[in-house]
């Protein structure tokens, strides 16, 4: 499976998916097409409808841009995109209806920028896990264990990592009883933080100043995953620290941690989906964050630390909380962050002096190097 010596690495950039975030993983996938070296690498761009088709797409990052006007989507271009489902075959092949399937070529590694369930949970990494084809980023149990809010803190917790006072709500538990399932948020001190487990980018995500507004955010919540994760609202700083992959046997690479500052003004009360992708001027990135220098250290102790907690590979970002007593308390961690060159991730690469194209080229290399068929 490794590249062959007489042609460049062949890189297929997976984008879109059945996920509520597909817009924002269309737009991930424009800042990746843009910035990926020609020169060095063939690229194949697959793009995967809302319902999960799998086409080849266009190679025009312009039309994948996501905009206060404009919201990307993968459309059905009727070239069906079909994957080897052999061990050893990693050429992928298209399908036009009434022809001949025309092979696209061998593909080297899959560079997946789906975010949320179908794509960043495992799913898509058991799929190329089957046959042994090499992909950027976690594998399968650091990606389901990363999208899920819940056991996401359980590996923290056994690990010995901090983290904050939580409580779930299952669909059942909601079902059963309704009133047992928040009394348990009793527990917890407001204002809360109501989140789906398994979704990203603040979708469903609010903020909860008391127990008459519970059961309507609870609600909200479930339209994107019927189990329910309530978080206490902690009084600190919102710091969050880039994580990169070491090389060979290095350790993993962090960023100088970075703050977000939601400005007030701009009708976000939190840092939630329209802050992060559609009002990027209601946002200030602080990239290294003004830290006493033993806290940074902190930040960037734990945000690695959390990272080989679930095994993580390629990338992921870890959120924190630093509080007034400059304790640091770990939010939660992404295997997939957003990915476009105005998100958080690249931008504090790029403040730690690794431009977006050299972030790009290094897991892309990373992924080549992976072992396959020794998970």
């Known amino acids: 499976m490794s590249s062959h010596p007489s042609r460049k690495p062949r890189v297929a950039v997976v984008f879109g998916g059945r996920s509520s975030e597909h817009a924002v ?36 990052p312009d039309a994948l841009m996501l905009t206060p006007g404009s919201t990307p989507e993968v459309t059905d271009t009727g070239t069906e995109v079909i994957l080897p489902t052999r061990v050893g075959q990693s050429s992928l092949s298209v399908h036009r209806p009434g022809e001949a399937l025309e092979a696209l070529g061998e593909v080297d590694v899959v560079f997946p920028l789906l975010h949320g369930p179908y794509g960043e949970d495992g799913t898509l990494q058991g799929m190329l896990e089957l046959t042994d084809i090499r992909y950027v980023g976690s594998g399968v149990l650091a990606s389901a264990a990363g999208m899920d809010k819940h056991y996401m803190k359980v590996v923290f917790e056994g690990a010995g990592l901090p983290v904050g006072p939580y409580t779930v709500i299952t669909d059942t538990q909601w079902r059963r009883d309704k009133t047992a399932a928040m009394d348990a948020v009793g527990a917890l001190t407001y204002p809360v933080f109501v989140k789906p487990c398994r979704a990203g980018s603040s979708m469903g995500v609010s903020k909860v100043d008391g127990p008459e507004g519970l059961e309507a955010a609870i609600v909200a919540a479930r339209e994107h995953d019927l189990k329910i994760i309530i978080e206490s609202g902690i009084v600190g700083r919102e710091i969050e620290c880039a994580v990169l992959q070491g090389r060979g046997l290095d350790a993993p690479r962090t960023s100088m941690p970075g703050e977000i500052v939601v400005e007030s003004g701009h009708g976000h009360d939190f840092y939630d989906f329209e802050a992060k992708y559609l009002d990027e001027a209601s946002v200030v990135l602080s990239c290294p964050a003004d830290l006493p220098q033993a806290v940074s250290d902190e930040v960037r102790r734990l945000a690695a630390e959390a990272f080989e907690s679930l095994a993580c590979e390629g990338l992921s970002r870890v959120d924190c909380f630093v509080t007034e007593d400059g304790d640091v308390v770990i939010n939660e961690i992404n295997t997939m962050p957003g990915f476009t060159p105005h998100s958080m991730y690249p931008r504090m690469w790029e403040a730690s002096g690794v431009s977006y194209p050299e972030l790009v080229d290094e897991l892309i290399q990373l992924a080549l190097e992976r072992p396959v068929g020794l998970r």
């Open 25 to 60: 993983s269309c737009a991930t996938a424009a800042g990746v097409l843009r910035a990926i070296d020609r020169n060095t690498y063939d690229v194949v761009p697959v793009g995967i409808t809302r319902d999960g088709a799998w086409v080849l797409a266009a190679d025009d």
